[in-house]
């Protein structure tokens, strides 16, 4: 259905969010669904993705979840992004990611779940989270703060959901209640076996319903096509079991 995109500024207990906003253009309401971005921010990449969901019925924000230090692009980036040659934009990007806490997670969502619930363009009820690279991290951190307003998430190319850190992701299963999927990327080290196994422990005990899956042969950053890891088949199933997954849970 034809969609239209904007730019929309989100209140925050830190400031103002500038975020994507993507929705049907036929003037009703939709569920809500909240993108989060990758480590490499918010930009036209994550406008497509967005606006490719809200053809499939969702109504969408991208917050830029870097915006305590500017509004994005907060870093510049080449319209193709070489990961093989990223060291000198991975110096910029790392500080960046470090203000990403989970308290900082926390009352983020807090913003960007209001922002939905006062939105004409969003239907009553729970909404949906979907996550690349770090931002998967974000959408495990938001089921787990949240339970009562989240009733799916997913999280593709995630990286740490599982360390040793007392401040893991996996540590918060215990007060998810949405469902989950993962699509891992197949010989991640943001995301090595060990975690893999480790997540997938604690969802089973808090007895969370999901599903993980590892894509074959499907590099960190599958989904990104302005990036050099872009895989178009693991991205086009990454879509299919998203769209499914919203579909089922979250019907548009």
């Not at 470090?98 to 729970?126: F, H, I, K, M, N």
């Amino acid at each position: 259905m034809p969609v239209r995109g904007t730019l929309v500024d989100i209140p925050t207990a830190d400031g103002t969010a500038d975020a994507y906003l993507a929705h049907p253009d036929d003037g009703r309401a939709h569920p809500g669904v909240i993108l989060y971005m990758d480590g490499f921010g918010l930009r036209p990449q994550l406008e497509r993705m967005a606006d490719r969901l809200a053809s499939a019925g969702y109504t969408v924000i991208v917050p830029n979840a870097y915006y305590r230090n500017g509004r994005a692009p907060v870093v510049e980036l080449p319209e193709l992004i070489d990961l093989e040659q990223v060291g000198e934009l991975f110096a910029r990007i790392g500080p960046l990611l470090d203000t990403l806490t989970p308290e900082a997670t926390a009352r983020d969502a807090d913003a960007y779940l209001r922002w939905l619930a006062e939105s004409p363009l969003v239907q009553d009820g729970p909404v949906g989270l979907t996550g690349y690279c770090r931002g998967a991290l974000l959408a495990l951190r938001t089921a787990a703060s949240h339970p009562d307003r989240i009733a799916v998430a997913a999280g593709f190319h995630g990286g740490g959901l599982a360390t040793d850190r007392p401040d893991s992701p996996h540590l918060g299963a215990d007060r998810i209640t949405a469902e989950l999927y993962f699509g891992h990327a197949d010989q991640d080290p943001s995301l090595p076996p060990e975690q893999i196994d480790r997540l997938a422990a604690a969802l089973t005990a808090a007895g969370v319903r999901y599903r993980a899956e590892v894509y074959p042969g499907a590099p960190h950053g599958y989904t990104q096509a302005d990036t050099t890891r872009y895989d178009a088949a693991a991205d086009e199933r990454h879509w299919e079991a998203l769209l499914a997954l919203l579909k089922r849970v979250l019907p548009a």
